[in-house]
């Protein structure tokens, strides 16, 4: 086994087919912790409602967690905006689970982090939700339609091309774009609040490393890329990649992580 003092980790989204839940399950045996904080996203309540996938290792995955808290473990809950239905409750503490809108972790060495969830910093699940539910796929539709579009131009007698697809593309920025406009916005409010740094999540990109002078640590998901930020005993952060098997957690470097092309990234936030 491998005891650090914390774990952290987001975007679990139990209830979902796509959740890794027996690799998320041979990562907590394999890293018991004094503190674990999840970083929101854990049950997706969205998509409960379209359908439930409900597995015993998810099961296993609730159970191991309250027991965790049970036998004197601090476990905080951040809740997301897929799980944000439990935001009504924060303050409150649930089978030993304390739940917070957002917490200050202080690692071993002093450091102060933020730690909260992140949704409040992406633009584009705030304001334009349309926007990251059309996505890609929506892309196509876009180019599909203006065939119909020119056509109706045509017999409208409005000359020149106007591209519907090309204006959409101008709107709808690349996912490169929307990491780092995000990176920044999060790290700006670390930095705002004098903390050394934000622990969040909801982007599905892992990272540790520094924005603009501040540690910006993302947790990454248990969707696909099973990865998790532990802290030391000596407070020293490490990002993590869960690779099954071998029963010990990958430290990753974050130029791997952020280099990962996130396709389909606004989708899977959305979804
Ligand atoms: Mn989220």
Redo the contacts with the bound molecule.
């Keep these: 086994m491998n005891r650090v003092r914390s774990v952290f980790i ?2 679990v989204h139990l209830g979902t087919r796509a959740c890794q839940a027996e690799r998320l399950l041979g990562f907590l045996r394999a890293y018991p912790s004094d503190h674990l904080y999840l970083v ?2 854990i049950v997706d309540f969205w998509a409960m409602k379209r359908e439930v996938r409900w597995t015993p290792a998810q099961n296993t995955v609730v159970q191991k967690i309250l027991r965790r808290a049970r036998h004197g473990g601090q476990v905080t809950f951040i809740p ?3 799980d944000e239905a439990l935001r009504e409750h924060v303050g409150i503490t649930l089978g030993d689970i304390r739940l917070e809108r957002e917490c200050v972790h202080e690692t071993a060495d002093g450091r102060r982090y933020l730690v909260l ?3 409040e910093f ?1 633009q584009v ?1 705030r304001h334009h939700r349309w926007l990251a539910v059309l996505g890609d796929k929506g892309y196509d539709l876009l180019v599909r339609m203006n065939i119909g579009l020119s056509w109706l131009r045509r017999r409208l007698g409005i000359s020149g091309y106007w591209s519907l697809a090309g204006y959409a593309k101008r709107r709808i920025r690349t996912a490169v774009d929307f990491i780092d406009d995000f990176e920044r916005s999060v790290a700006r409010a670390v930095r705002d609040r004098g903390l050394d740094g934000v622990i969040c ?3 599905h990109v892992a990272a540790l490393r520094e924005v603009d002078g501040v540690a910006y640590v993302n947790c990454g998901d248990w969707v696909d890329s099973c990865t998790a930020i532990v802290e030391h005993h000596d407070g020293r952060l490490e990002l993590v990649e869960w690779k099954d098997e071998s029963g010990e957690a990958t430290p990753i470097s974050a130029a791997v992580v952020t280099g990962a092309e996130a396709i389909g990234l606004r989708e899977r ?1 959305a979804a």
């Design positions: 987001s975007d929101g996203d997301g905006n897929h969830h992140g949704d992406d699940t999540g909801h982007i936030i």
